[in-house]
């Protein structure tokens, strides 16, 4: 696709429902991000995906969240048991290549999935 | 692990002046420093990024300066727009890990006719 797709857009959950998330990179796209994005500050890191290894998941806030990306596209970001806490946007962004060469590996970010849990 | 620290966190202007951000970061193994743009219910976007072996970058309107012995770099936009309101990221990034960023935490942007 053109770009990194998102689903859904919104999200209203009550306290202790599962969520899941979905983010269709971009095709071709190697590397896959997942950011955490609460109301007026920056997104933060949850975890890294090189194809279909999870490489990095040390931003995930604790064991309610798990995230897959079985086949090296598209990936979901699923929430167990959600708590308030857990409103914030989630952004996937998607990179083409892996490499060392940071000016090669322009991040581009998704609409991103607002979740509201009540 | 790195930090970001950004300033302002908001900044109110007049169309056609200047505005500048300034972020700090921690790491001084970090390479890479991208500013995104993000503008209500969508995405951040890259609008200009620059790598640790080179000290300014312009790209029309917009600028940016690193200062790697400080380890602070900035984001200048000149003759700025009623467009340009907005919420500014800046991130740094070592170049591993896919290009993982860590993010400042934003400047809101206001561009007042």
């Known amino acids: 696709g053109a770009g990194v797709s998102q689903s859904p857009r919104y999200k209203v959950a009550k306290r202790g429902q599962d969520v899941a998330l979905r983010c269709d990179p971009i095709?071709?796209?190697?590397?896959l991000f997942w950011y955490q994005q609460a109301l007026g500050q920056g997104p933060e890191f949850l975890t890294y995906f090189q194809n279909e290894a999870q490489l990095d998941k040390s931003g995930l806030p604790s064991d309610r969240f798990f995230a897959e990306r079985p086949e090296g596209s598209v990936s979901t970001l699923k929430i167990q048991r959600t708590q308030q806490e857990d409103s914030a946007v989630y952004l996937c962004?998607?990179?083409?290549?892996?490499?060392?060469?940071?000016?090669?590996?322009?991040?581009?970010f998704g609409a991103g999935s607002r979740l509201t849990v009540l | 692990g790195e930090n970001v620290e950004q300033h302002p966190s908001t900044l109110s202007v007049q169309e056609g002046d200047s505005a500048v951000i300034k972020c700090t970061y921690s790491?001084?193994?970090?390479?890479?420093f991208p500013w995104y743009k993000q503008e209500l219910g969508k995405g951040p976007q890259l609008i200009i990024d620059i790598r640790s072996n080179v000290g300014e970058k312009k790209d029309q309107r917009i600028a940016v300066t690193l200062n790697k012995t400080a380890k602070h770099f900035s984001l200048h936009i000149t003759e700025t727009q009623p467009e340009d309101s907005a919420v500014y990221f800046c991130?740094?990034?070592?170049?591993?890990?896919?290009?993982?960023?860590?993010f400042g935490g934003g400047t809101r942007l206001m561009v007042k006719p």
């Open positions: 991130a740094a990034s070592k170049g591993n890990a896919g290009n993982m960023l860590t």
């Open positions: 790491d001084s193994a970090s390479n890479y």
């Open positions: 962004a998607s990179s083409l290549v892996v490499g060392s060469n940071p000016g090669a590996n322009v991040l581009t």
């Open positions: 095709s071709g796209h190697v590397s």
